[in-house]
């Protein structure tokens, strides 16, 4: 499964954008949305290096929170499950 990541355009230069989402920065193509203008300030979501989607900034904040709570969830279970590691016989 593929999750389409959210991240805002800094600049964009011919059918490439610089995005940036949580402090990572990445060159985006826009090959899939040339039907689309994409400005900066304007949030796509990325899916293997293309840009598959305008969305709203409010979309894109609701995404992040829903992968923030999947990547806390993941980090219980981690957590649990190495202090399970460290009590087994």
Known sequence: MCLGIPMKVLSVEGFVA??????VQRDVSLFLMQE???MPGDFLVMQGGYATEKVTAEEAATAWEIYDQILAAEDAVS????KIERTSP
């Open 18 to 23: 610089c995005c940036e989402a949580k402090g």
């Open 79 to 82: 957590d649990t499950n190495s």
């Open 36 to 38: 689309e203008t994409v």
